[in-house]
T-cell receptor, first 111, second 117 residues
């Protein structure tokens, strides 16, 4: 069975600070990895995804994530956050067809 | 593209009533997923359809929940009778393929916020 663990439940930062959200997964086979974002009151939107190739993946809105196979990790980063990045962030892994989500990390950016 | 369309966006009902949630996937997508999001359990997959056929319904909580996909452009999730613990946000998602090794991405609808009193 596949599972995802997100280390931080709630992160509070100031604008221009750097952000890194941890994600570890458990799955025995080839995985596809995703980060989704959910802005307040909105639906999930895809930030970025990793299927194969370059382990450093760039997504929308200046986000990037690095796949480290040896650590079963797929951490999300952004060098300088903005107030508009306030949202909940979900890491997800797909082994076959099923997406398994982490519990989510709420990010609050203070202006 | 209009994206995944769900209706209604909000539903408030009383315990014991029947609730029907609707989803229109993105045109051309052949896989459809129903998820439930709650504070306690996070995002859970309820059921997965591929080419209108239910493939995995192991996440459906109990017999009160049922889902159908009569054609490629429409799916329903029904709860009968509804209970307060069913209160949650229900998301529908679609993708181009559900097969192993595919590079499809699931796109989510806006969700239906269900409140059962």
């Amino acid at each position: 069975a596949q599972s995802v663990s997100q280390h931080n439940h709630h992160v509070i930062l100031s604008e221009a600070a750097s952000l890194e959200l941890g994600c570890n997964y458990s799955y025995g086979g080839t995985v596809n990895l995703f980060w989704y974002v959910q802005y307040p009151g909105q639906h999930l939107q895809l930030l970025l995804k990793y299927f194969s190739g370059d382990p450093l993946v760039k997504g929308i809105k200046g986000f990037e994530a690095e796949f480290i196979k040896s650590k079963f990790s797929f951490n999300l980063r952004k060098p300088s956050v903005q107030w508009s990045d306030t949202a909940e962030y979900f890491c997800a892994v797909r082994g076959y067809y099923k997406l398994s989500f982490g519990a989510g990390t709420t990010v609050t950016v203070r202006a | 593209d209009a994206g995944v369309i769900q209706s209604p966006r909000h539903e408030v009902t009383e315990m014991g009533q029947e609730v029907t949630l609707r989803c229109k996937p993105i045109s051309g997508h052949n896989s459809l997923f129903w998820y439930r999001q709650t504070m306690m359990r996070g995002l859970e997959l309820l059921i997965y359809f591929n080419n209108n056929v239910p493939i995995d319904d192991s996440g459906m909580p109990e017999d009160r929940f049922s889902a159908k996909m009569p054609n490629a452009s429409f799916s329903t999730l029904k709860i009968q009778p509804s209970e307060p613990r069913d209160s949650a946000v229900y998301f529908c998602a679609s993708s181009t393929s559900g097969t192993r090794g595919s590079t499809d991405t699931q796109y989510f609808g806006p969700g239906t916020r269900l409140t059962v009193l």
